[in-house]
């Protein structure tokens, strides 16, 4: 087995038509139509049936995808394992959300430019879901997401996740509410059941947060606006648009009053995620290391005030 028609599995396995992952790879469809056939030859079973206009992965297609994604991690950890006390060159690309670019990555940029000047890192802002696309599109080395502790990310057996550091998370209202601080989170919820609800406009894990607590507290949030800023979520506050989830420690606006959530507690986790076989690569596993140490020594950093 070619470990390029093994990778032409995968992205089929992952985009579901054979012109996507023609795109992605830079090559015909024709040509990956091809080397699937070859592929099916050489494991002697169908790999792909038809499905309309399209075609999908039979069973035995779909077991050794599983069994592909393992193989070209292990051929890419070996690759990387010839060198891997070399210094950390090249460009390492990161994918991640404001607040972990902004306050933990910028900082050590500043470092690395003077102790390893030939490693240059390239940021784009994304949001989790963004970011991990991009990952397994092999458009980012490393994703810097988060997820909350009411609403688990679901594991990638392609991926390591190794964890940084947590906030907490409390509930931002108007500052005249009749509210007991700090008080039960489902009776803080309940308080505010007629209210409307503001939510995150590029991720939907704060609405599954307010959801979830919701229903405990007994009923349905009536979900209504959505803001990337959280600045922007407490200007919202102020002029009585609704509530919404804010991190604990921000400074905020004078109309608004964040309230702590005291049980359950909503509790973000914020996380490097990077591609199996790719781990022990210099820049990654440098830069992976410096945000571990960075962030590990406060046990709760409150999130700055823009941006998630």
């Not at 039979?58 to 292990?74: K, Y």
């Not at 506050?237 to 964040?258: K, W, Y």
Request: aromatic letters at 4%; glycine letters at 6%.
């Amino acid at each position: 087995m070619e470990t390029r028609r093994l990778r032409l599995l995968v992205e089929l396995s992952r985009l579901g038509s054979m012109r996507a992952v023609a795109e992605a790879v830079g090559t015909t469809t024709s040509t990956v139509s091809q080397q699937l056939t070859v592929l099916a030859r050489e494991m002697g079973t169908a790999l792909i049936e038809p499905d309309g206009r399209r075609v999908r992965l039979t069973p035995a297609g779909r077991r050794l995808a599983e069994h592909a994604t393992a193989i070209l991690a292990a051929v890419e950890s070996a690759r990387l394992d010839l060198a891997p006390d070399s210094e950390p060159s090249g460009t390492l690309r990161v994918a991640g959300f404001a607040t972990a670019i902004r306050a933990h990555l910028l900082p050590l940029i500043t470092d690395l430019a003077e102790t390893h000047p030939g490693l240059h890192i390239l940021i784009r802002e994304h949001e989790p879901a963004e970011a991990l696309e991009l990952l397994a599109a092999d458009g980012a080395d490393l994703a810097l997401t988060y997820d909350y502790n009411l609403a688990p990310s679901d594991p990638d057996p392609a991926l390591h996740s190794t964890a940084l550091w947590t906030a907490s998370w409390g509930l931002g209202v108007p500052a005249h509410a009749d509210v007991t601080d700090p008080a039960d989170t489902l009776d803080v919820f309940a308080r505010f059941r007629t209210q409307d609800w503001i939510v995150n406009s590029r991720n939907t894990a704060d609405e599954t947060v307010i959801r979830t607590l919701a229903s405990m507290a007994g009923f349905t949030p009536r979900i209504t606006h959505q803001a990337d800023s959280l600045d922007l979520v407490q200007g919202m506050i102020t002029v009585g648009l609704g509530v919404g989830l804010l991190p604990i420690g921000i400074p905020t606006f004078p109309d608004v009053r964040l309230v702590p959530l005291t049980g359950p507690r909503v509790t973000l986790r914020a996380h490097a995620v990077a591609r199996h076989g790719r781990l022990a690569w210099p820049p990654l596993a440098l830069v992976t290391d410096l945000l571990v140490q960075r962030t590990a020594a406060p046990a709760d950093v409150a999130a700055p005030d823009v941006g998630h």
